[in-house]
């Protein structure tokens, strides 16, 4: 109702602000019209291609749609080609995880391997604690370990405790629950 038409009028009016596309996207999320709320993205992304939350939220969508992987990959490409230099990673990130949803590991490190590439180093904890699930998720329960051990030596001080805790359900989840308590305790100290 309203809503809807207060959006398109101010997306008429001040059509370069990238925020009202993304609010804009978030109602049609919302009232459970993805079709639209994808829509409305593209639209916005053609407009104000340089707003990266604008991409985030059309790559969840297209995923949410189920669209085919190589139109998120082909997505993947365009944000790329013009997200600021700080989201690279994150845009690198996400096609990490897709790749990982979809059962492809091969892609999915290559994926991470890039994202690490552009990741500042004060995040880069991030993404050896998100290649780390997908190597545990694929079974690979050494690998996953050696890349939670590398999130904790890149891990901030006020976050430690995160990747502490994550390593610590690994542990408990390979059946080592004295070494899980150990963990634990490293976070306390």
């Not at 809807?4 to 919302?30: D, N, Q, T």
């Not at 790749?99 to 991030?126: H, S, T």
């Amino acid at each position: 109702g309203v809503a809807r038409l207060v959006y398109r009028y101010l997306i008429a009016a001040v059509p370069s602000h990238g925020p009202v596309f993304y609010e804009a996207v978030k109602r049609e999320e919302h009232a459970g019209c993805s079709d639209m709320a994808l829509r409305i993205a593209e639209k916005g992304l053609n407009v104000v291609p340089r707003y990266g939350p604008l991409w985030f939220v059309a790559l969840r969508l297209l995923e949410k749609l189920q669209y085919r992987l190589v139109d998120l990959r082909t997505t993947i490409s365009r944000a790329l080609q013009v997200v600021s230099r700080e989201l690279v990673w994150k845009v690198w990130y996400e096609r990490a995880q897709f790749e990982a949803r979809a059962g492809l590991l091969g892609d999915a490190r290559v994926a991470y391997a890039n994202a690490i590439r552009y990741c500042p180093p004060n995040l880069r904890w991030k993404i050896w604690r998100g290649s780390s699930r997908t190597e545990l998720s694929d079974g690979h329960m050494l690998t996953a370990r050696a890349l939670l051990n590398r999130a904790t030596l890149e891990v901030p001080r006020k976050t430690r405790a995160v990747v502490l805790l994550e390593r610590s359900r690994l542990e408990e989840y390979d059946g080592k629950i004295e070494q899980a308590r150990e963990i634990l305790q490293m976070g306390c100290t």
